[in-house]
Every structure is written in C-alpha cells, then in structure tokens.
C-alpha cells in the first residue's frame, strides 16, 4: 500500500509527555510535513481572501471555521501518526470541532491579550476537556520579529475558575445592573471580560513566568482549554505578515452547555454586536447532547481521534 503523503513516523519523548501533562503545554517540532503545510498554506489563503478586517488592530484577518473542502484534512486527522501523538498526549479520545486561521500585519497587528477560549469551548460544560493544535505557517523568533504567543504553564495559573465562575458571573453581573436601571455598554461586557487575566496584578504574575517559544513550519503547540496565553505582535522584520492555523478538539464525551452557550450570546442580545461566528448556537440545541454526535458536524469520523488506534502505526 502506498504511503500517504501526510504521513510521518513521529515518535513522542517521555520529555514530552509529561510536559503536556504537567504544564498544559507541549512544542511538537516538525509535526506537519511539507505536503501538508503546503495543503494549509493554500486553504488558508482561500479562506481569508474575502474575510474583512473584523478586529482592527488585533489582527488583520481572522476566520472562524472553513468553507472550502476539508478533504485533506480529514486525510491528516486519519494519519496514524497524528491520531497516535494526539491520544498518547491526551489519554482520550478527542473530537475536533473547529478549524480557525489568523493573520498578523506588520507593525500593525498585536493579537488577542491574555484570555482562554472562552469562544471556542465555553459552550461545553466547564469541566470538559478540550485541546488546541495551533500552527505557524511562518517562522517565529521570539528574540526577533516575535509574532508567536507567550503561554503560562498551569502550574503558576490555571483558568478553571475562568470558566467555571468568571464566565458566567460576568453576564449574571450585567443583567443585575441592567435590572437596576443601570446603563451598560458593549465595552463593559468586553472590559469584565478581558479584565480579569490582564488587570495590573494579574500581569504582575503572568509575564514574569510566561514561555515564548520559537517556531518554524511544520511546528505546533499544544495546549489544554486552560493554559493562559495571549498573542505576541508582529514586529519590524522580514514578514509582512504571519498567518496561523488551529484546530480545536474537545473530548469526545463532551456535553453542550445551553446555558453557557446563551452566556457567549448575551453582546449579541443585549447590544447587537456582530460577532465572527456564532457557532455555540448552532452545534447543538439540546442541553446535555454530545458533541460528537451533533449533526452540524460533518464527517464525524474522521474527526474522532480514538484512543483505541493508538498502538496502529
């Protein structure tokens, strides 16, 4: 039988493992070969071709799930050695939901501040594990023109309470002051929002402990829905611009959160803001329903990464 242009005979360190298990947080040199980077590069490209400038300066184009064929990416999810690396990393049986791409402009672009992704798995329930494959297709030197991210390990601070009680009580805070007669903004919602993991304190123990790594293509960090991280600007230098591609994996017992769903809505509702995806109503409808068996997925497959393969080679 042919080999598959995707594949690869990657094999995971000790090193590496208890990294991901202790920190959150893993480098994975060379996970994605040329072919599929190449594969990347040209999806990208497509997507974010039509995609407006949403963000202003935090980045120049974003996109929130593809539209174009995901042929190929399903051909690298059933890569025995992507499905081996993911569930030997995780210890579960992983789910992908989304795929997202950014761009970084020159000089202009600074990224997202600390946060977790809240928009992306704050609609399953808060203790439902989720990961992130994030992939530079460009090269980052973080001593140069930077444009990676900084990372903290979950061994200084861990964003459980984000989700399980900064979340929620942040919309529970507006609506009591909206009741009240109060007036709220869309830039109270965002200040509550970002406030918490960039306040003057909160900065004084991220920064000093943060790791900013070096990447070339075909290099991916992993990260667990809990690690703090916050995008780096790209600076002066040879880029023009820095583009990236994530993957984001939930476990595959994942619930739906209607509630929290709603949470993630309430700009939306209560002040009309456009977002860029609007995704946490629309995967599920009931509270309580897997995930993986939603059928706004398609392929859901292909996109089960079963820790039962993972002694296939």
Not at 13 to 39: A, H, I, M, W, Y
Not at 216 to 230: I, N, Q
Not at 282 to 287: F, G, I, K, L, R
Request: net charge negative; with cysteine; glycine share 6%.
């Amino acid at each position: 039988m042919e080999r598959h242009a995707f594949a690869q005979d990657y094999e995971l360190t000790p090193q590496q493992l208890d990294q991901f298990r202790t920190l959150g947080f893993v480098k994975l040199p060379g996970f994605l070969n040329d072919e599929v980077l190449d594969s990347l590069r040209k999806r990208v490209d497509v997507e974010l071709r039509h995609v407006p400038s949403a963000f202003e300066t935090e980045f120049k184009r974003l996109k929130y799930d593809f539209e174009t064929s995901r042929e190929d990416l399903y051909a690298l999810l059933t890569q025995p050695y992507f499905r081996r690396t993911m569930t030997e990393l995780t210890g579960r049986t992983m789910f992908l939901t989304f795929e997202m791409c950014f761009e970084l402009e020159k000089n202009v672009s600074k990224g997202f501040p600390w946060h977790v992704g809240v928009q992306s798995f704050g609609y399953v329930r808060a203790d439902d594990f989720a990961c992130t494959i994030w992939a530079p297709l460009h090269p980052i030197d973080p001593a140069g023109q930077r444009g990676g991210m900084q990372y903290v390990p979950r061994t200084v601070m861990s964003a459980e309470f984000v989700y399980e009680y900064v979340e929620p009580a942040l919309v529970q805070s507006l609506r009591i002051r909206a009741e009240r007669g109060e007036p709220i903004t869309l830039e109270d919602y965002f200040a509550l929002r970002e406030g918490v993991l960039n306040s003057p304190a909160m900065l004084d123990i991220l920064e000093p402990q943060a790791v900013e790594d070096a990447f070339e293509p075909g290099d991916v960090l992993l990260f667990d829905k809990y690690v703090v991280h916050r995008s780096r600007k790209l600076g002066e230098g040879p880029l023009d611009r820095r583009d990236a591609f994530v993957m984001r994996f939930v476990d595959v017992g994942a619930r739906y959160d209607r509630q929290r769903a709603l949470n993630i809505d309430f700009p939306v509702r209560q002040f009309g803001y456009q977002p860029y995806t609007r995704s946490h109503l629309e995967v599920a409808t009931v509270d309580g329903e897997l995930l993986a068996d939603s059928p706004f997925f398609d392929n859901r497959g292909a996109r089960t990464i079963s820790y039962a393969e993972v002694g296939s080679r």
